[in-house]
Structure formats: C-alpha cells, structure tokens
C-alpha cells in the first residue's frame, strides 16, 4: 500500500468519539452499549479498508455513529418467519410442521406462566411431566403406557441404551438407515453402547435371519421404517407381526422405529397409506417410536409407546432426564395430540394435513390469482406463467409419493444467471421466499402458501429490490 494513505487514516475518528457524538446516544440506547461500541469498531475498521482501497473523504464521527446505526438496525433475526413455497411441506431445513393454533397457543401460555408441569394438583405431590401427555397417548395408540423425548432420534438411542447397552442390537441389513443431518443408525447404535448384530442381506432378510441372530446377550430387536427409500424388485423382510411374533419367542423386545408414524390413516385424507402408530402397536412390538414434528404436525419431540414394564425402564435411564422435552412443548404436544381426539376437523385444524391434502384445483386458482400480480412485481425481466408440479412431504415421509400441486414458474426474458439474482433478492425480503430453481424456472409451489397469508406475500414482493446489494452478493 501506498505511504502516503497512512496520514489519512490516521484522521479516522477514534471509537470514543464516535462514541461521543449525539447519533452514537440514540444508538446506545436503542442497542444497548456493548453492541453499539462493537458495531462503531466494525464501522471504522471498514472504513478503514475502504480508505486504503480508494483514497477519499475521512468520514466524520457522526457519519459512523449512523453508519453504525443502520447496521444494528437492519440486522433480522434469525429465525424470522418465510414463505415456504419450496413444494415440500415437511422441510427440515425449514422447521418442519407449522402448529395448529391450540399448539400455539398452549406453548405461549406455558412460556407466560407457571405451570403444574411435575405438579400434581389433586393431592399437591410431585408429579411428572410426561403424564400430561401419557393418557392422550394411551388413547391415540392403544399402547399401554407413552414417554416423550427431545426428538425420534433420542427415543431410538434411549431404547437401544435402555436394552442394549453392553448387549446385541439386531437389525436387518436392509433397514441400516442414513438419515439427512448424520443420522445413521449403525452410528446410533454405537453411542448408545450398543453391539450391532446386522441379520439379512440389502435386498432380502428372512425370519430364518433373525432366529439365527438370537442368543443370550440379545438385549433388543430393531425393526426400522425405511423412510426414505425404498427397496424394490426381488425383495423380503420379515413383517412386524412376524417379527414380533419371533422376538417374543426368543424374550428380546422388538422396537419399532417408524420414523415419521401418523396417528390417523393418511387414506381418508387422499393421501398415500402410512403405517399408523396404532397398527405398528397392535402388530404387537413391544416398543414404537415415531416424531412429533413429521406426519404428526407437532413441535419437535420423539414418543416412545408401549409395553408398561418397558416404558418404565425407559423411564429409569439417567439418559431420559438429558433427553426430556420442557414446558413449552409438552404444552404444544398435548394440544396437537388433543386435536386428533377430532379426526373430522383434523384437517382444517392443522396446518401439516391442511397443506397436505390441498387440492391442486384449489392451489391452481390461488396460482392464477397470484400470477398478475407477482408478474408485476418482478417487472419486464422476467415471465411468470401458472405451471403444474408435485409437491413432497417430506422429512422422509412418503418419499415415494409425490402430490399434485400447482406453482408460479418464474423464468427470465434475458440471461439465465438474472433467475439467480432473482432467487437471491427473494431470500433478503423482509419475509424470505424461498422457492426452487429447476430445469430453468424459479419455480414457488403454492401449496404451503395460506390464503390468510396472501396479502401478506404480495405486500412483501411489491418491496423486492432486484438491485440491492444482496442482489448483487452471489
Ligand atoms: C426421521 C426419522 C428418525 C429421526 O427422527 P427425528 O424426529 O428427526 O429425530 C428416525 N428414524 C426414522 C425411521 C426416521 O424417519
């Protein structure tokens, strides 16, 4: 770097007084002194690199305070709300289920209050937290007794330490899942402490397998849910009555894992068939897990229904208390649980079942009401015409069944890379949109789009800034 740029830097006002100016007071009380003081050094230090790139003007103390300013107060948080019109409904990268009002609800009142969460209000003894889900349970799955955890992928690694810790756990070849996010279960299996025993072959696993397998230091059978692939051609498993029916003559309870689970069948709701919780428990595993925030539409959480004798020990695991749910949740579980007590107005109830059983007729009309208008948002650059798609579930739920959905196709009049730019200013919005960029097109699949949520989308895209600096950032 050139000598003489040194003397100008060195007219660069220092973090006091920048500190000092009447700007920097707004900011300190907006913001707080700490993260004021650190954005005023990040404001300085860029101008600093700016200086040093393209000799210029030093900017004054009160320019940096504002500069500092505008810098807290566009920072978003986080975790703030967007439009999911990627076509799938379970996304897990984005949250998952969306919850039902009561669930809300519920989970904000628990946050406001105090609540009788291991309290027992009839005779004023300790009682526990899971019983306040424990019956609905019961009730949902016929199982005899229920335990929640932080999520499935505990309750699969509470069940395998619980039984099979220093033991064998066995399971099938063709049921050794990934999946996303390093779930792996040979993995859990591991940190559990658990020894695997895989019976079978990728393709084929016979009942002859798992007799085999059987021995004095089996502490647990597994039997997983493939959820999300499938294994087709010349295939065999062994079916969970079967199984159960061979874990149960040899003493090693059977845990079924069925991932995403449904507590209601799928079918009436035009939806391909998922195994219910129910059935997986009457085919008589002594243990189910599943999620609360897969088919079932709730916040995180993992169940683990079955046998009481188990259930209990489960319940003993020192593991259970680092793997335990908080208020807030259990909260929102008990009043999602609560609305399946309704299976009629399930569906209009919850948002998951809503989205998934919207009909393409009636996505495709909100397209074609949507179409002008996000045309004119986008401007001259781009043509935005009403296309059909298929929409997922997603999180491994019914990979293999895609529904009929409806989308705004978005694709540019000049080059290619302007759909980039696009998808990029889309993602900076006030409220994200975040849709999928295939064979060409932007594509937003309207399915997850409420119709309460309409204006709100369209209010957002009149602000979409095509020429902003996120725009240009690749
Ligand atoms: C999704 C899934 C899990 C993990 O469940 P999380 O609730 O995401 O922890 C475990 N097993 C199967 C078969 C699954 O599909």
Redesign the pocket.
Known sequence: MAEPEVNVLRHLPAVAAVLATAEAALLVERHGRVAATEAIRKVIDDARDALRETPSDVPGASELAQQALARLDARTPGLRPLFNLTGVVLH?NLGRAVLAEAAIEAAVEAMRHAVALEYDLTGGTRGERDDHVRDLLCELTGAQDATVVN????A?LLGLNTFALGREAVVSRGEL?E?G?A?RMPDIMARAGAQMVEVGTTNRTHAADYRDAFNERTGLVLK?????YRIQGFTAEVGARELAALADAAGVPLLN????GSLVDLSRYGLAREPTVREAVEEGARLV?F????LLGGP?A?FIVGDRALIAQINRNPLKRALRVDKLRLAAIEATLNLYRDPDRLAQRLPTLRFLARDKVDIGAQARRLQPVVAASLGDAFAVEVGECLSQVG???LPLDTLHSAALLIRPRGSQSELERLNTALRALSRPVVGRIADGALRLDLRCLAETDEALFVATLARLDLHGPAARTP
């Open positions: 897990t999520n499935n992928a505990a699969v899942i999946i996010g779930f997983v849910h493939t959820s999300n894992d069925l991932g995403s897990t999620s609360g925030d897969k995180q993992g999180s491994g739920a």
